[in-house]
């Protein structure tokens, strides 16, 4: 049974910086396409960031140039690092997987993983 938890969450101020993790276990796809999803308050839930087994990876335009994601094989860890976070940056954190496919391990098919976790809470104030 595949387990995605998310950890990492909390409150800082507008141009400060948090990371969040995504610990995966009983994941036995060779290959594997993760992402982090956000949702706030009164709003359908965004594509944040991917990352697939190669490295390769995907951005909101909303956080490029300020976040980066990057997965950890040893630790079974994908982390997001979010820089300069703006108060718009305030939602729910997900982290999802599914099993690599060609040309889909992107931001704009976040609706098509399928493993999710709980998700983690970041506060950004101003």
């Known amino acids: 049974q595949v387990q995605l938890v998310e950890s990492g969450g909390g409150s800082v101020q507008a141009g400060g910086s948090l990371r969040l993790s995504c610990l995966i276990s009983?994941?036995?796809?060779?290959?594997?396409?993760m992402a982090w999803v956000r949702q706030s308050p009164g709003n359908e839930r965004e594509g944040v960031a991917t990352?697939?087994?190669?490295?390769?990876?995907s951005y909101a335009d909303s956080v490029k140039g300020r976040f980066t994601v990057s997965y950890d094989a040893a630790k079974s860890t994908m982390y997001l690092q979010m820089d300069s976070v703006k108060t718009e940056d305030t939602a729910m954190y997900y982290c999802?997987?599914?099993?690599?496919?060609?040309?889909?391990?992107?931001?704009?098919?976040?609706?098509?993983?399928?493993?999710w976790g709980k998700g983690t809470l970041v506060t950004i104030s101003s």
């Open positions: 999802a997987a599914a099993p690599f496919l060609a040309g889909t391990c992107h931001v704009f098919y976040y609706r098509a993983m399928d493993y």
């Open positions: 009983g994941y036995t796809y060779s290959r594997r396409c």
């Open positions: 990352i697939d087994s190669d490295g390769s990876s």
